[in-house]
């Protein structure tokens, strides 16, 4: 299986502030690599598929990059509403297999 | 846009066999993969399997011996069946449609979750 390993755990950050999350592969999976956000209670909802492709009706204030092993999604201006918990996920091969996440925390 | 929605039995006995189903509106279950994952509380994501809805299916080697996924497209829905449950299966539920294509193994559309305990 391949393993997605996702830094830092949590972080705390303020409005306004630039966040940085990165996820690490266990092997290369080119650009296959997909980002959700997951509020508690709720499903995760896909921000970034293909490494860097914004899905449709998520803000531009989200990116995402990298291949080969190593990926960061960026979230440029952290709103109210981006306080939640995010995770990676591999889509080059079966079992596909998510990151730990990420708590991003006021 | 297409809605997923979760069914099934909140609570099951250990060494029962969990049942789900996913009913898909607003949309056709034709040409998608359709798959299910589950979180534990306080826990990670977890890929269970999935289904063609020609009813090819794909399943987690950790889950294989026990799983089950199969898909009605008469009634638009797909199931899940895990038997042989313990604790260790309790988690919340989600069916979510898979974007297919070049995109395959990329989720875009969700139900709501739902929870299952397994206890006596």
């Known amino acids: 299986d391949i393993q997605m390993t996702q830094s830092p755990s949590s972080l705390s950050a303020a409005v306004g502030d630039r966040v940085t999350i990165t996820c690490r592969a266990s092997?290369?999976?080119?650009?296959?690599l997909n980002w959700y956000q997951q509020k508690p209670g709720k499903a995760p909802n896909l921000l970034i598929y293909?490494?860097?492709s914004l899905q449709s009706g998520v803000p531009s204030r989200f990116s995402g990059s990298g291949s080969g092993t190593d990926f960061t999604l960026t979230i440029s201006t952290l709103q109210p509403e981006d306080f939640a918990t995010y995770y990676c996920?591999?889509?080059?091969?079966?079992?596909?297999?998510f990151g730990g996440g990420t708590k991003v925390e006021i | 846009q297409v809605q997923l929605q979760e069914s099934g039995p909140g609570l099951v006995k250990p060494s029962e066999t969990l049942s789900l189903t996913c009913s898909v509106s607003?949309?056709?279950?034709?040409?998608?993969?359709w798959t299910w994952m589950r979180q534990p509380p306080g826990k990670g994501l977890e890929w269970i399997g999935n289904?063609?809805?020609?009813?090819?299916?794909n399943y987690n080697p950790s889950l294989k011996s026990r799983v089950t996924i199969s898909v009605d497209t008469s009634k638009n829905q797909f199931s899940l069946r895990l038997n042989s449950v313990t604790a260790a299966d309790t988690a919340v539920y989600y069916c979510?449609?898979?974007?297919?294509?070049?995109?395959?193994?990329?989720?875009?559309?969700w139900g709501q979750g739902t929870l299952v305990s397994v206890s006596s």
């Open positions: 979510a449609r898979d974007r297919g294509g070049t995109n395959l193994y990329t989720f875009d559309y």
């Open positions: 607003s949309g056709s279950i034709s040409n998608y993969f």
């Open positions: 289904v063609y809805y020609s009813g090819s299916a």
């Open positions: 092997q290369t999976i080119s650009r296959y």
């Open positions: 293909g490494a860097s």
């Open positions: 996920q591999q889509s080059y091969s079966p079992p596909l297999t």
